[in-house]
């Protein structure tokens, strides 16, 4: 795990070489700017890439300011803060200040720096929840304990124990008091109380028949749970996040769909054991997955097999919807241009939807060529919603027709995966194959807007375009679009039978070290793509294992870089089969990826 070692220097020089120490003590690598070295780059950008390349940022605030870069500005101290808050979803936030009483002000420290230190360590005491320190010793001992708690935290969520959870998303209050109800030191003999609250309720209320939601209830519940071998996973529908919960906390939901917990609270036999769910049950209403008169805010689906070494189905499915596309891109993954002969009808596709569902995969990405391409686009989006599915939508813009764009304003997309590739009309079309398909993919952008989706930009990076990313940010911010992530074309589809526009290492290394520094717009967001930070099963890829790719003709695969094996398309067997016994996704989930890899800032999970 890499930690980021943030504060002013001169007045916390003992307090930095502390922390520094018990993270190499812990066998942690830590990130500070002792250890930068000579570097190209300015020192507020070199700060903002290591940030990048880190899984936790611990914040020292003292009795200084810090240095501005631009006079008048924040400072790097602040800025780095800043840019950690912005991928809070990946990094852990750890901030610490010198009690007051220690040392209220730095002597010779300007007023208008005392203001801005005010004003920063207010901001971030409302965002966070900090702890404070008066010497070196104490802050080492802090910092330790926290990182010690989010290291087991982290080697529970191969099991989905409940204290793996992630309540980021939820109200700091909330957050902080389940933390500390299940990451303290009694974590032990909480969970060994909530084993004995579950033994009592199994003993006074049995499950029955009735715990199963029907497709209607589950379309439309808040909530909905699919037994796991380790417990269950709970997917929130108002977040689109699969929550992993052990087998105790699964069965006091499952008796809670059926009657109040305040029910379940008093038949229990001891005060402790009252106490516990008491708490927890506060908790979970609060977030909502249990309502206020107690009982559980969803339902759970009817399959209760819980095979033991891998999910009951994917928590994603890519349907690549069609292989049809207006332009000749040089690096599409699949070769995209015309439609391919026998590709899935809608009949065969809405009985596909059908299954995700009902086997509790609510996420849809529909992928192509260009999928709003296809007539029946609005039908499958529409009976997909009507499922519960959460669809989001990749597509290069032009074919955001009006026609398409007035069918769509009535259906319930998550999101648009925007595919561009340059800021400037004589590079796309070049990319493209096709003279004017920039001035066309504009004006599909103005049309996807005016339906006020969410748009996230994706660009393939080749050597042909990888000096287009300036251009590229410019031209999003006079969009007002602010999500960028860049990706690198792989050696696959026509890009793999190019090698001489495929990035080398050193190149991508290249690229990667300008990105900070790329746009300057506030709120603007470039990244390079990188995958899900909550995995359920360490050191294995998502595809496979989270993630199922079915193409335009049906054949199933763990990813959309290899073709399905022979005898896996849903046109000979249920998809839900070929997840389960297909040789190839055993291979996939087999896959373990090591050292130094797992480490690596480009490992997409």
């Not at 749970?225 to 997917?235: D, K, P, Q, T």
């Not at 939901?253 to 609270?265: C, D, G, H, V, Y």
């Not at 189905?313 to 391919?340: I, M, N, W």
């Not at 609005?378 to 989001?392: S, W």
Request: hydrophobic content about 40%; overall charge negative; proline content about 4%.
């Amino acid at each position: 795990m890499r930690v980021f070692v943030s504060s002013t220097y001169s007045d916390l020089v003992d307090h930095r070489a502390a922390v520094i120490d018990v993270l190499l003590r812990m066998n942690l690598v830590p990130s500070a700017m002792e250890h930068f070295g000579s570097r190209s780059s300015e020192p507020t950008q070199a700060c903002l890439e290591e940030i990048d390349r880190c899984d936790v940022f611990i914040g020292i605030y003292g009795s200084r300011y810090g240095y501005q870069n631009v006079p008048g500005g924040p400072s790097i101290t602040e800025q780095e803060f800043d840019h950690a808050l912005r991928h809070r979803d990946r990094i852990l936030i750890l901030c610490y200040f010198l009690a007051d009483r220690s040392e209220p002000t730095a002597a010779g420290e300007p007023e208008e720096s005392v203001r801005r230190l005010t004003l920063f360590k207010t901001r971030v005491r409302e965002g966070l929840v900090c702890d404070t320190f008066t010497t070196p010793e104490m802050l080492a001992s802090r910092t330790a304990a926290a990182l010690a708690a989010e290291i087991q935290r982290r080697s529970r969520l191969a099991t989905g124990d409940l204290s793996a959870v992630n309540w980021s998303q939820y109200s700091e209050n909330v957050r902080s008091t389940m933390w500390t109800l299940l990451t303290s030191s009694g974590t032990a003999y909480q969970q060994e109380t909530l084993r004995s609250v579950v033994n009592v309720l199994a003993t006074r209320f049995a499950p029955d028949a009735s715990t199963a939601g029907t497709p209607e209830e589950a379309a439309r519940a808040a909530f909905v749970g699919r037994h796991e071998f380790f417990g269950s996973l709970i997917y929130d529908r108002g977040h689109d996040d699969y929550i992993p919960f052990d087998r105790e906390t699964t069965e006091i939901f499952i008796r809670a769909r059926q009657r109040p917990m305040t029910e379940l609270i008093t038949s229990l036999e001891t005060p402790q054991q009252r106490e516990l769910l008491s708490h927890f049950a506060g908790l979970c209403r609060q977030i909502g997955i249990v309502t206020e008169s107690g009982t559980f805010n969803g339902v759970f689906l009817d399959d209760a097999s819980a095979p033991g070494h891998r999910l009951s189905a994917p928590t994603k499915a890519v349907l690549q919807f069609t292989h049809a596309c207006s332009y000749d891109c040089e690096h599409c993954l699949f070769g995209a241009g015309r439609p391919r002969l026998g590709e899935l009808t809608s009949v065969e596709v809405t009985a596909l939807l059908d299954e995700l569902a009902a086997s509790g995969c609510y996420r849809l990405d529909l992928d192509g060529g260009e999928p709003l391409m296809r007539p029946d686009f609005p039908a499958v989006v529409e009976h997909a919603t009507l499922r519960g599915l959460a669809v989001r939508v990749a597509t290069n813009g032009a074919g955001a027709t009006q026609q398409i764009v007035d069918a769509l304003a009535r259906l319930q997309i998550q999101r648009f995966k925007l595919r561009l590739e340059a800021g400037t009309a004589e590079r796309l079309d070049d990319i493209r194959g096709h003279s004017g398909a920039f001035d066309e993919t504009m004006e599909g952008i103005r049309r996807l807007k005016g339906l006020g989706v969410p748009i996230d930009v994706h660009c393939v990076l080749t050597r042909r375009n990888a000096g287009e990313l300036p251009a590229l940010a410019e031209l999003l911010a006079n969009l007002q679009l602010s999500r960028l992530t860049v990706h690198v074309a792989p050696a696959v589809g026509r890009a793999g039978e190019r090698p001489d526009v495929l990035l080398s290492g050193d190149d991508v290394e290249a690229v990667r070290a300008r990105l900070p520094g790329i746009s300057r717009h506030p709120g603007m967001e470039i990244a390079f793509s990188g995958g899900s930070q909550r995995r359920l099963f360490p050191n294995r890829c998502d595809c496979g294992t989270l993630v199922c790719h079915v193409d335009a003709r049906g054949g199933v695969s763990p990813s959309g870089f290899r073709a399905a094996t022979a005898g896996d398309t849903i046109r000979e067997r249920r998809l839900m089969d070929i997840w389960a016994t297909s040789s190839a996704f055993a291979m996939a989930r087999a896959a373990e990826v090591q050292a130094p890899c797992a480490s690596c800032s480009y490992y997409s999970a």
